[in-house]
């Protein structure tokens, strides 16, 4: 039999580890003022929910996955983003890249992963999702109506944190692809982002472009904004260069 949502939430409540759910409390910043304030945990790791996710993903409704999402529960909804996760890859492979039904199942997961977009509202949810959905759906034909580049700049602009992260995480898998252009759309979009978290994003995919395109690129890159950037998301961007590059750069800011 097919477990429901409600199976699976009763089955993730009743490996409830407390000394593990105040480590997690205290390491996703869930105290008054912190980004993660009022999040809650059961306390299992990673390694359990996606053992979840791989005993149910297969057979487990689309239509349930809302309800996984709109938990109170940090690690179910990461169980209900990497059940789309999975959903979405299925449906991506090489050989259904223009499967015209795998097309509209991909853009019914992206369109649901749109929608509750808010509720992956810490780094963990957006960065173990965010790539494999929406950055593998812009590598790929869609029938939506909404063009990419207005998907894109509509998270970007939003007041959300987590939508914003998206809009600069994404783009980790584009970069993979051999496309630089989403990541420095989006990077000098939040170059002057007030929180720290989008500072260390736009630094990881920077050097990303660097690592897996051009580091002439990335320094192309440096060369118009390394003066303005914050200094996070500078030292992000130049970890694969040598020491001596990376003084230079630091020194420019």
Same mark, same amino acid.
């Given at each position: ?14 490996? %409830? ?12 910043? $869930? ?73 509209? %199942?991909?853009?019914?997961?992206? =369109? ?12 963990? @949810? &957006? ?6 959905? @929406? ?10 109506? $909404?063009?990419?580049?207005? &998907? #894109? ?17 994404? =783009?980790?898998?584009? =970069? ?28 990881? #995919? ?25 200094? $996070?998301? @500078?030292?992000?961007?130049?970890? +694969?260069? $040598?020491?001596?590059?990376? +003084? ?6």
């Amino acid at each position: 039999m097919t477990p429901t949502a409600k199976d699976i939430i009763a089955y993730m409540e009743s490996l %409830r580890n407390d000394e593990q759910r105040r480590v997690l409390m205290r390491f996703f910043k $869930t105290g008054p003022g912190q980004y993660g304030e009022g999040d809650e945990f059961i306390g299992l790791k990673v390694p359990q929910t996606r053992e979840v996710v791989k005993l149910v993903w297969k057979d487990f409704p689309l239509d349930e996955v809302p309800q996984l999402l709109l938990s109170r529960w940090h690690e179910v909804r990461l169980c209900g983003l990497l059940i789309l996760v999975a959903k979405f890859e299925k449906e991506a492979t090489r050989r259904l890249a223009n499967d015209e039904a795998a097309i509209a %199942r991909r853009d019914a997961i992206l =369109t649901m992963y749109l929608r509750y977009a808010e509720q992956a509202n810490n780094w963990d @949810l &957006v960065d173990l999702s965010v790539h494999k959905i @929406l950055g593998h759906w812009l590598l790929l034909p869609t029938n939506l109506p $909404t063009p990419k580049l207005q &998907v #894109m700049d509509t998270l970007a602009d939003s007041t959300c944190l987590w939508e914003q992260r998206m809009s600069m995480v994404c =783009t980790w898998k584009t =970069t993979q692809a051999g496309d630089p252009s989403w990541c420095l759309r989006y990077a000098e979009r939040h170059l002057h982002h007030p929180h720290d978290l989008m500072h260390k994003a736009v630094g990881w #995919m920077l050097r990303e472009v660097g690592k897996r395109i051009s580091m002439d690129l990335l320094r192309d890159f440096l060369s118009q904004h390394a003066h303005e950037m914050p200094r $996070t998301a @500078l030292r992000y961007a130049i970890e +694969q260069m $040598t020491d001596d590059e990376r +003084q230079y750069w630091m020194k420019a800011n």
